[in-house]
Every structure is written in structure tokens, then in C-alpha cells.
């Protein structure tokens, strides 16, 4: 099974302009992105899916692949379907843009899940205290005995009604992978009404009843969305160099 990273590139962002053209250590983020991805070895192609000039020529710069978005998208996951005219692979992973210290481990955990047959979708998760899970930027997901997403939500699930004991949540990270058909299927459906309360693309899923396999993680992305984050990602470089 031939499996390709895409990596979603918008240039605009709101908490920080062009985020993914800052420097991040002599490079780029979305380039550090792009090293990251290939440099874990779990990937026969990384392509970045981007509508601007600039990220395409920093990706070329590298001697990378890029496909140009000729549409607008709302989301990550439409953004790369359309790159699928060009890019030929069977399984497809999601790789945030602005995560540029990706885990070899925690994606090959993910790509191995799709060696039981029935799994068409996984996406990744660690464990988060009580606390932690109270912020609504923190998207959270619940499991059946199986492992699969029964729902994800921006509020604490489970609901430590009785306060009995002492519980952990799971914390969704952002990366998915799909079976090609699937990421067809599903970029072409409309939204539900779930995905369109909690403003989570993944309900548009669950809504219809697919199941999504839910890999365990201990690996902490540090996400780029605000001044602060880019320089705990330059501290985090120069303490690994």
C-alpha cells in the first residue's frame, strides 16, 4: 500500500500572520514541517498542498513536491483531496502544516492500524488531565471497547458527574490518515449538524457512521498559532541541536 503525507499550507492566519514563513531555526516552519515528515522514513511521498507562491517556491527550494490549490477550501482535509488528481497513493495522512517537529513513531503507529482490513480512517491521541480538558481549544474524544471514536466534542467528555474518582481524558491530535476513497467521500459530503455546533470536521464523519480508529500517542506537538508558540518551537530546536 503506497502511503504519501499531504501537508495543508495556507498562507493567511489569523493570531500570526504568514505563520508558516517565520524562521524557524535558518528555515521556515512549513520547510522544518516538510523536512520533519520525510526525515521520519514512514512516507514513500511528502507533498505540500498549498494556493500560495511563496510556500511553493520555499518548497521547491528543497527539492520537494508541491501541488498548487486551483480552488478555495474550507478545511485542511479539502485542501488535500483535490491534490489527489495529482498524487497517486492508497492510504493518505494529514500532516499539520504548522506542527513542524513531527514523531516517526506516533505516524508509524498510525499507518500500522491500517493493517486490519476494516479500517478506513485513524487519527491520533494522548492522555490529558481533568484540568487540562476543561479548555475548549483542546478538542476531546471518547472510546468504545474497540477503540473507536464514539464522539468528539470541545467540552469535557466524559462528565465527571459524581466526582468519585480521579479520571483522565483523551485529547485528539490533529492528524489524520484515510484510505483514498474515503477522503473522496467524505470532502464531497455537506456538513452535519454536529460538525457545524462544535466547528469539528470530524463529526461530519461520525454523523454518518464511520468508524474512526483512535492510536494512542505520547509524543506533544507543539502547534504554531501565536508568537508565543514559535518561540517555545525555537527553544525547542536550539535545545535539540
Not at 30 to 55: L, P
Amino acid at each position: 500500500m503506497k502511503t504519501a503525507a499531504l501537508i495543508p499550507a495556507r498562507y493567511a492566519s489569523t493570531r500570526l500572520p504568514a505563520k508558516l514563513i517565520q524562521d524557524l531555526g535558518g528555515i521556515s516552519v512549513i520547510q522544518r514541517t516538510y523536512v520533519s515528515s520525510v526525515a521520519t522514513g514512514v512516507f514513500d511521498e511528502v507533498w505540500v498542498v498549498t494556493d500560495h507562491k511563496e510556500i511553493e517556491r520555499q518548497i521547491l527550494d528543497l527539492g520537494g513536491n508541491v501541488f498548487m490549490s486551483k480552488k478555495t477550501h474550507q478545511s485542511g482535509s479539502d485542501r488535500i483531496a483535490e491534490a489527489l488528481e495529482t498524487v497517486d497513493a492508497d492510504l493518505i495522512v494529514n500532516v499539520q502544516g504548522d506542527e513542524p517537529f513531527q514523531d516517526p513513531k506516533s505516524l508509524k503507529d498510525l499507518v500500522s492500524a491500517f493493517e486490519r482490513p476494516k479500517v478506513k480512517m485513524a487519527s491520533l491521541m494522548c492522555k490529558i488531565s481533568e484540568d487540562e480538558a476543561y479548555n475548549p481549544n483542546t478538542v476531546k474524544v471518547v472510546l468504545d471497547e474497540k477503540k473507536n471514536a464514539i464522539y468528539f466534542s470541545r467540552s469535557p467528555i466524559p462528565f465527571n458527574r459524581e466526582r468519585t474518582e480521579d479520571i483522565f481524558y483523551w485529547k485528539h491530535v490533529g492528524v489524520y490518515a484515510y484510505i483514498r476513497e474515503l477522503l473522496l467521500d467524505f470532502t464531497s459530503w455537506p456538513k452535519g449538524r454536529l460538525e457545524q455546533i462544535e466547528m469539528l470536521e470530524q463529526l461530519r464523519l461520525i454523523e454518518r457512521g464511520i468508524k474512526i480508529k483512535m492510536v494512542e500517542t505520547e509524543h506533544q506537538a507543539i502547534a504554531i498559532d501565536t508568537k508565543e508558540d514559535l518561540e517555545r518551537a525555537r527553544n525547542f530546536l536550539k535545545s535539540i541541536l
